[in-house]
């Protein structure tokens, strides 16, 4: 009995799929850069005073710079093997092949990526908490300008008054005096952090911390009851577990039991 040989030898190569580099040890480069980069970034264990922001915020930047490298070597990458699969499409059959690449694996990239993400919360963190510290002692510093102002103005007022002063005239010191402003508080981490192009903006999110409460509040709400609506797949997915494990058991009022015949037949 004959054997029919392989349609495609283990050990064949093929033309159409060759991927060249210019210079030929362009990898090399960019994983030896990677890996200094990596360590650097690594080197970088917390951000609380103005200096270590500015150092580490130097460090960001360079380190920023080769993860962009690395993502624009896994792009030409991804776009060779899109290339390389188009040129079987002259094939009868093969017209409309196309291929992708995902990276999979490559701890080195992961890595890089999460040392970035974690010093650039640090770095906001930080300057969240300065921006917040010049927060409050601009209010403490505007409290304490407005007590020295109503004082003031009381007192010229007063005089202005004993010297014969109309009422508008009397009034229009004291407004005058009240609104002398109070110092500008400075913040050495806000004027570092524009000097190295860092910035801090905020997101907004929610959570629920007492779910009876937010219950009653979509039941009373109808705009909060819509909104609840868009939950639904995930509340129903949470079910479907427990109506797989407890079967025909199942009973919850609003909620259907949904039994569906699945076939199941084996190989003769």
Known sequence: MSKASPAVEEKQENPLVRIVYDPANA???LSANGMKALAR?????????????????????ETQVTAEEIERFCDTLREAVQEAAAKFRVIPGMEDFAANLTITRWSLRQLI?????????????YLA????????????????????????????????KKAGAGPQAVADIRENVLQTPAPIVTSKAAEAAQNVGASVR???SAKITDLKKFLLVCLQNESMFNTLKSAIPDIEAAFRT???????SF???GITFVKKPIDVGRRS
Do not use: F, H
């Open 41 to 61: 970034i690594q080197g970088i264990k917390c951000i609380e005073t103005v200096r270590q922001m500015e150092a580490a915020s130097q460090v960001i930047s």
């Open 27 to 29: 990898p090399i480069i």
């Open 242 to 248: 427990t109506a797989a494990a407890q079967k025909e």
């Open 113 to 125: 990526k999460d040392g970035l993400a974690e010093r650039k919360t640090w770095r906001g963190n």
């Open 202 to 204: 905020y997101g907004y």
């Open 129 to 160: 908490a300065e921006e917040e510290k010049t927060r409050r002692e601009q209010l403490r510093l505007q409290a304490e300008q407005d007590r020295i102002n109503k004082e003031a103005a009381d007192k010229d007022a007063a005089a202005a």
């Open 251 to 253: 009973n919850y009022p």
